[in-house]
């Protein structure tokens, strides 16, 4: 099995940057897929991005295209997740995925984000 833990998170103006960092424990999730999701106070979580096990196919909710990039590390066996112009809309807690694109098996513990307007 593969642990998740996410970090990076905080408080930040709009406009702002954050990158949040979700480290792989456990089996290697090299050959997996990963994901960033998100949920806001009161709605379903979401899907935000996705990378596939090399790096080089990634995806986005349109919501976010431009504005963050999602790339992965295999040798740290780590997911990133870069985050710039930031919205009060992006506020959210953040979780890490892993799996597949249409079976994500594991999750973190998630990670806040808050973004002051």
């Known amino acids: 099995q593969v642990q998740l833990v996410e970090s990076g998170g905080g408080l930040v103006q709009a406009g702002g940057s954050l990158r949040l960092s979700c480290a792989a424990s456990?089996?290697?999730?090299?050959?997996?897929?990963m994901g960033w999701f998100r949920q806001a106070p009161g709605k379903e979580r979401e899907f935000v991005a996705g990378?596939?096990?090399?790096?080089?196919?990634?995806w986005y909710t349109d919501s976010v295209k431009g504005r963050f990039t999602i790339s992965r590390d295999n040798v740290k066996n780590t997911v990133y997740l870069q985050m710039n112009s930031l919205k009060p809309a992006d506020t959210a807690v953040y979780y890490c995925a892993g799996g597949s694109r249409y079976d994500w098996r594991y999750w973190g513990q998630g990670t806040q984000v808050t973004v002051s307007s």
């Open positions: 990378i596939n096990w090399s790096g080089g196919s990634t």
């Open positions: 456990g089996r290697t999730f090299s050959r997996d897929a």
